[in-house]
């Protein structure tokens, strides 16, 4: 504005003072000048390709929540997924159970059941699920979520705890005996939970979640757009690596404590923009500290409002898609400051007068209006034509 002005005041001052061609041609010239430099396709450039972009990203269900999102989204360089719910259908089934002890299959079921049912865990609703026509629950006490670790509880008056490798090891509980089957079954991917009391290892519980039809399908499409991805999870490194696997992701962060996830994002971010996809209330602080937080739609509120854009669908294809429609979205940004510049290029010369004394070309006030009408036009219709692409 302030180079434009000063064009004004100089082609004014030069045809008034110097050509000495009268006021009113010299004033004529000024306001041209003005009027052509108007900036007004420059102030819709950006607004109307952020709304056309949201509004192509909604028909997909993908719910952007800020311009700012949209406009980052194009510059993210890795994708850290989180596992359950996920990569996973997050609704995981029991598929072995075993004794180690005096006590039945049944009997391990049946605590395992009894204590699960205070939780909120995929991984404990199934147990819960599975028992509920096989057994009758027992009555607990003093429940309590380890997070990373598993739960702790009283059945009968008898304490307990139940969950991974890691919370035996800080009981001090030795199930050396079952190691060879806890590795096999793992190495299938399978997530196996370990019973014991405050004595003796009891039992184990091994639970399938298989990964989502769409999973593969959306790694490769990220792979293919040159985004590096991640798989983030609290299981242990052979599950992990074992889901991993059949989704086509090479790395993984294993035996990740809930609040460690944003730490792994932070990491990530000192070698590029990071996007961040979860459903779960462990996952909010990755998901806040990341550069995108992508949100499942059947995740929790606290993950739904932590993300910067929420899949409705719950498709993880959403995910390529949203980071092509912001480079989409990004070039129509660029084109359209083109159309708001080209016709100050074009025209502030002639509007000037600067051909005047060769060829007589003169740009009066209305057609200097007209023209910027035009790049109005021409920025709203090229940002309108993203409409029409497919995703």
Known sequence: ?????????????????????????AIVIAVSILVIACPCALGLATPTAIMVGTGLGAKYGILIKGGDALESAHKVKYVIFDKTGTITVGKPTVTEIKSYSRLSNEQILTISASIEKNSEHPLAQSIVEYAKDKISLANTSSFKAIPGYGVSASVNNIDYILGNQKLMDKYQINYRNAISQIEGLEGEGKTVMLLANQKEFLGIIAVADVIKETS??????????????????????????????????????????????????????????????????????????????????????????????VLMRNDLMDVSRAIKLSRLTMNKIKQNLFWAFIYNVLGVPIAAGVFYPLTGWLLSPILAGAAMALSSVSVVSNSLILKLKKL
Do not use: C, H
Request: charged share 20%; aromatic share 8%; glycine share 10%.
């Open 216 to 309: 593969p399908r959306a790694v490769a499409a990220l792979k293919k757009l040159g985004v590096k991805v991640y798989m983030i999870t609290g299981d242990n490194e052979r599950t992990a690596k074992a889901i991993a696997r059949q989704a086509g992701i090479e790395n993984v962060f294993a035996q990740v404590l809930p609040e460690d996830k944003a730490g792994y994002v932070k990491k990530l971010q000192k070698s590029g923009k990071v996007a961040m996809v979860g459903d779960g209330i462990n996952d909010s602080p990755a998901l806040a500290q990341a550069d995108i937080g992508i949100a499942m739609g059947s995740g929790t509120d606290v993950a739904m409002e932590s993300g910067n854009i």
């Open 1 to 25: 504005m302030p180079i434009i002005i000063i064009i004004a005041i100089l082609g004014f001052s030069y045809w008034y003072w110097i050509a000495e061609l009268g006021f009113t041609f």
